[in-house]
């Protein structure tokens, strides 16, 4: 699958991790903040942000993080665009390069970016590098 990078998110945690854990599942709620980079979008991630995840009796890992992007767009307009950001995991196999992989839906005022963005043509994957975690958006 070819894929066109579309925004690089580099993710700063900023709070206390709420945790939940019984015989059926473990919950935990990780609160983050960021900055963003890209040719159609450059800003932060608001500090509001948070990625549940629910780890089910198989050690499989749920993802949906949702958050505020505050920036400028491609134009240079005031813009934002909130992330509703999905993926999954297998924990008891073994890790694809340290990588994650979501699909994001998107919604936006930039009257430039809303009929590119709203498109739903779009993945994320996340990685670990020597700075911290990145979430890359390509379009597919």
């Not at 945790?19 to 980079?37: R, S, T």
């Not at 949906?64 to 813009?79: C, E, I, P, Q, W």
């Not at 196999?93 to 839906?105: A, G, I, M, Q």
Request: hydrophobic letters at 35%.
């Amino acid at each position: 699958m070819e894929k066109k990078p579309v925004m690089d998110l580099k993710i700063d945690f900023n709070g206390p991790v709420l945790n939940l854990k019984n015989e059926i599942a473990e919950v935990v709620m990780i609160p983050f903040k960021g900055i963003v980079k890209g040719d159609i979008f450059n800003g932060i991630i608001e500090p509001c942000g948070v990625d549940t995840q629910v780890v089910n009796a198989v050690r499989v890992r749920h993802m949906s993080a949702r958050y505020m992007l505050t920036g400028k767009d491609n134009t240079g307009a005031d813009a934002h665009i909130y992330v509703e950001n999905n993926g999954w995991f297998d924990e008891s196999k073994p890790p694809d390069e340290n990588r994650f992989r979501t699909v994001p839906t998107f919604y936006t005022d930039s009257e430039t970016l809303a009929p590119y963005l709203h498109s739903g043509r779009f993945v994320g994957e996340g990685t670990e590098e020597p700075d911290g975690l990145h979430i890359r958006f390509f379009e597919v």
